[in-house]
T-cell receptor
Framework: AQSVTQLDSQVPVFEEAPVELRCNYS??????LFWYVQYPNQGLQLLLK??????LVESINGFEAEFNKSQTSFHLRKPSVHISDTAEYFC???????????FGKGTMLLVSP | DADVTQTPRNRITKTGKRIMLECSQT?????MYWYRQDPGLGLRLIYY???????NKGEISDGYSVSRQAQAKFSLSLESAIPNQTALYFC?????????????FGPGTRLTVL
């Protein structure tokens, strides 16, 4: 069984500042890792994913995440956030069979001017 | 039009009532899922279906049942609603082939059980 820990329930940050949202996972097998974003009053959307290959993955809107196997982490970063990045971010893990996703509890990113 | 739709979007009901939440998709995906979201708890899987004849329990299936009426439709029922089933419910879909496939989420149904 897998589990996901998102250490911060809320991260307040000023616009144009850098941000890191932390995610650690636990699994006895190799995993696939995902970040989903939920904007206010909407469903979740895939932000980026790690399946294999390069440990650094990027999204189209400037976010990136690095898979660190030794630390069992998949932290999400952005060098300069915008007001529009205000949302809840969920880290998720699946096993290689990709039967289901296990989600973390979410981190609310609050960007203020 | 949205690819994954959920009805109703909001529902208030009373304890003991039977309620059905419906999900439809036009993406042609085989796999469908039901999650509930509670503040501070993230998303938890209730049931999932890999095709019309395949139904599986998720992490928190007690008190819920599902029906996969067709490839495009997956309904979630609460036979006798209770207040701690008050939550935001999401349906999601994904394809079967390949690996690490994205799940596509509906807009959610906000259910309140009084």
């Amino acid at each position: 069984a897998q589990s996901v820990t998102q250490l911060d329930s809320q991260v307040p940050v000023f616009e144009e500042a850098p941000v890191e949202l932390r995610c650690n996972y636990s699994s006895s097998v190799s995993v696939y890792l995902f970040w989903y974003v939920q904007y206010p009053n909407q469903g979740l959307q895939l932000l980026l994913k790690y399946l294999s290959g390069s440990t650094l993955v990027e999204s189209i809107n400037g976010f990136e995440a690095e898979f660190n196997k030794s630390q069992t982490s998949f932290h999400l970063r952005k060098p300069s956030v915008h007001i529009s990045d205000t949302a809840e971010y969920f880290c998720a893990v699946s096993d290689p069979g990709y039967s289901t996703l296990t989600f973390g509890k979410g981190t609310m990113l609050l960007v203020s001017p | 039009d949205a690819d994954v739709t959920q009805t109703p979007r909001n529902r208030i009901t009373k304890t003991g009532k039977r309620i059905m939440l419906e999900c439809s998709q036009t993406k042609g995906h085989d796999r469908m899922y039901w999650y509930r979201q509670d503040p501070g708890l993230g998303l938890r899987l209730i049931y999932y279906s890999f095709d019309v004849k395949d139904i599986n329990k998720g992490e928190i299936s007690d008190g819920y049942s599902v029906s996969r009426q067709a490839q495009a439709k997956f309904s979630l029922s609460l036979e006798s609603a209770i207040p701690n089933q008050t939550a935001l419910y999401f349906c999601a879909t994904s394809v079967t082939s390949g690996i690490g496939n994205e799940q596509f989420f509906g807009p959610g149904t906000r259910l309140t059980v009084l």
